[in-house]
């Protein structure tokens, strides 16, 4: 099958995935006008390093059902950070802690957010 969601698409369809399985402080940055890495970032939490590979599984799973796979994946529960790298979208799944400590949030403080249902 071959991918035919846009990038707002695909960053919506995570992001309702994370949100099905329960992601904490859900956010969309739309980085498209301030970066050349992609056009969104979705930033998400989870209470342990279990409840991060849950919602990075329900991501990949929603997205590959829609006909998107990630073009790489980077990180383990373990180390408190998930990224997943779907080219026009990057996926960010972190232990609040690590969040709190690496602050993408005010690091992309330019990009304006994306409400997202829920």
Same mark, same amino acid.
């Given at each position: 099958?071959?991918?035919?969601?846009?990038?707002? +698409? %695909?960053?919506?369809?995570?992001?309702? #995935?994370?949100?099905?399985? %329960?992601?904490?402080?859900?956010?969309?940055?739309?980085?498209? *006008?301030? *970066? *050349?890495?992609?056009?969104?970032?979705?930033?998400?939490? +989870?209470? *342990? @390093? @279990?409840?991060?590979?849950?919602?990075?599984?329900?991501?990949?799973?929603?997205? %590959?059902?829609?006909?998107?796979?990630?073009?790489?994946?980077? !990180?383990?529960?373990?180390? !408190?950070?998930?990224?997943?790298?779907? +080219?026009?979208?990057?996926?960010?799944?972190?232990?609040?802690?690590?969040? #709190?400590?690496?602050?993408?949030?005010?690091?992309?403080?330019?990009?304006?957010?994306?409400p997202v249902e829920g």
């Open positions: 099958m071959t991918a035919r969601l846009s990038a707002e +698409g %695909k960053v919506r369809e995570a992001a309702r #995935a994370a949100r099905d399985h %329960k992601a904490l402080d859900l956010i969309v940055l739309d980085v498209q *006008s301030i *970066s *050349s890495v992609a056009d969104y970032f979705l930033l998400c939490s +989870g209470r *342990s @390093t @279990t409840h991060l590979d849950t919602i990075a599984d329900a991501i990949r799973a929603a997205l %590959k059902q829609a006909g998107v796979r990630p073009l790489h994946a980077e !990180g383990a529960a373990r180390s !408190g950070w998930l990224l997943l790298d779907y +080219g026009d979208v990057l996926v960010h799944v972190f232990l609040e802690d690590t969040r #709190a400590y690496y602050a993408l949030e005010r690091l992309w403080g330019d990009a304006p957010s994306v």
